[in-house]
Nanobody, 120 residues
Framework: QVQLVESGGGLVQAGGSLRLSCAAS????????MGWYRQAPGKERELVAA???????NYANSVKGRFTISRDNGKNTLYLQMNSLKPEDTAVYYC??????????????WGKGTLVTVSS
């Protein structure tokens, strides 16, 4: 099992910045890719950014150039630096990890989410 706890959400004005963190615990040796998703009211959950165990990254077009995903494997923590925030970035942000197929059957795990609100 993998447990994920997000932090760093809050209220910020448009143009501001926030840094989200996701602390992983449990069977962390099983973790492969990690990512951030978000879900705005009335919308489906969407991928924001992802990072592989090797450090390759992938971003949604809507956040490219503004958000940066990173991971500190020594601290078992995933980060999302969000700059130039827009009201449309308002959502609950969820941390997600994939696991290695030989370890936890490749299943994914989710955190409970942290709310980001961007005021105009």
């Amino acid at each position: 099992q993998v447990q994920l706890v997000e932090s760093g959400g809050g209220l910020v004005q448009a143009g501001g910045s926030l840094r989200l963190s996701c602390a992983a615990s449990g069977d962390i040796i099983c973790i492969s890719a990690m990512g951030w998703y978000r879900q705005a009211p009335g919308k489906e959950r969407e991928l924001v950014a992802a990072i592989t165990s090797g450090g390759s990254t992938n971003y949604a077009n809507s956040v490219k150039g503004r958000f940066t995903i990173s991971r500190d494997n020594g601290k078992n923590t995933l980060y999302l630096q969000m700059n130039s925030l827009k009201p449309e970035d308002t959502a609950v942000y969820y941390c997600n990890v994939d696991t290695k197929s030989w370890c936890l059957g490749g299943r994914g795990y989710w955190g409970k989410g942290t709310l980001v609100t961007v005021s105009s």
